[in-house]
């Protein structure tokens, strides 16, 4: 948990606006990244996921790039929505615990209209 | 399509009292673990379950046990409450143990105070 971290914990960004969400990671031996989604009052929600040999991988409105010689992770989300308020957690496995996931502290990202 | 179900959605507890947090799925996953969320603090893992009858410890075990004697449930147990165990707790499952390519499904949560 605490080698994972994110750079910001809030974010305000005007709704049509891309949103730039940045997460580093401290164990270099890390192999596999996901973004995770909070909405107020439910469970996580899997976003999107990149594993260490892959350098970007994108998804419906949402890029994610993995830099490893900085150990920098960020998820791009375009053309930002109401329905993006959320708090967003980056997590990592790094082996051989590849049954567990080290979680961030976590970014809110807040849309204004 | 009901998922990952958490029972009971709030719960209020006095120092020394002991409770069970319930957790289903019906996807019919191998993997099943508990997190607890605390401000500012992401979510860490409690205890975790790669099949029935298999559960180990994760980074935060102490003061809470677990069980899998089904696929289906993996019930938490609070032995004597403390107000450090004031959280919020969720549930996750996914198709494998390898969590890589299988990513985990949460519960809703369950958001538990001790006083």
């Known amino acids: 948990g605490e080698s994972v971290g994110l750079h910001l914990p809030t974010l305000s960004v005007q709704e049509g606006d891309n949103s730039i969400i940045n997460c580093a990671y401290s164990?270099?031996?890390?192999?596999?990244f996901i973004w995770y989604k909070q909405e107020s009052g439910k469970g996580p929600q899997f976003i999107i996921d990149?594993?260490?040999?892959?350098d970007k991988r994108q998804g419906q409105r949402v890029t994610v790039l993995l830099n490893k010689t900085v150990k920098h992770l960020s998820l791009q989300i375009a053309a930002t929505q109401p329905g993006d308020s959320a708090v967003y957690f980056c997590?990592?496995?790094?082996?051989?615990?590849?049954?567990?996931?080290?979680f961030g502290a976590g970014t809110t990202v807040t849309v204004r209209a | 399509n009901a998922g990952v179900t958490q029972t009971p959605k709030f719960q209020v507890l006095k120092t020394g009292q002991s409770m069970t947090l319930q957790c289903a799925q019906d996807?019919?996953?191998?993997?099943m673990s508990w997190y607890r969320q605390d401000p500012g603090m992401g979510l860490r893992l409690i205890h975790y379950?790669?099949?029935?009858?298999?559960?180990d410890q994760g980074e935060v075990p102490n003061g809470y046990n677990v069980s899998r004697s089904t696929t289906e449930d993996f019930p938490l147990r609070l032995l004597s409450a403390a107000p450090s165990q004031t959280s919020v707790y969720f549930c996750?499952?996914?198709?494998?143990?390898?969590?890589?390519?299988?990513?985990?499904?949460f519960g809703n949560g369950t958001r538990l105070t001790v006083t």
């Open positions: 996750a499952s996914s198709y494998t143990a390898r969590t890589v390519n299988s990513p985990l499904h």
């Open positions: 164990n270099s031996a890390s192999d596999y």
């Open positions: 990149i594993r260490s040999n892959m």
């Open positions: 997590a990592e496995i790094y082996p051989p615990n590849d049954y567990k996931l080290s």
């Open positions: 996807m019919n996953h191998e993997y």
């Open positions: 379950s790669v099949g029935a009858g298999i559960t």
